[in-house]
């Protein structure tokens, strides 16, 4: 069983900056793809940033020249540098780990909450 674990959550102020981190443990070696999607209140679930194996990159258009992800593969863990942040980026932001196999597996983080004052 693969199980993310996020931190690095908390308040911020407009304008300031978080690194939230994902650690992955358990059976990572089929995990291909990494990302971090967030959800605020009466929100569904959205696509923050994901990166694949090979260090490809998406982004969502809201979030695009402020965050960036990375990812270390040594530590089987993946990183999110939210920088710019505006009062709309307040969610709480789960990590996800995808591996296809078995026909496509979605591993969840418990989520971790950022919260951005004006």
């Known amino acids: 069983q693969v199980q993310p674990v996020e931190s690095g959550g908390g308040l911020v102020q407009a304008g300031g900056s978080l690194r939230l981190s994902c650690a992955a443990s358990g059976s990572i070696f089929s995990i291909n793809v990494m990302g971090w999607y967030r959800q605020a209140p009466g929100n569904q679930r959205e696509l923050v940033a994901r990166i694949a194996s090979g260090g490809t990159t998406n982004y969502a258009d809201s979030v695009k020249g402020r965050f960036t992800i990375s990812r270390d593969n040594a530590k089987n863990t993946v990183y999110l540098q939210m920088n710019s942040l505006k009062p709309e980026d307040t969610a709480v932001y789960y990590c996800?780990?995808?591996?296809?196999w078995g026909g496509g597996m979605d591993y969840w983080g418990k989520g971790t909450l950022v919260t951005v004052s004006s």
């Open positions: 996800n780990l995808h591996s296809p």
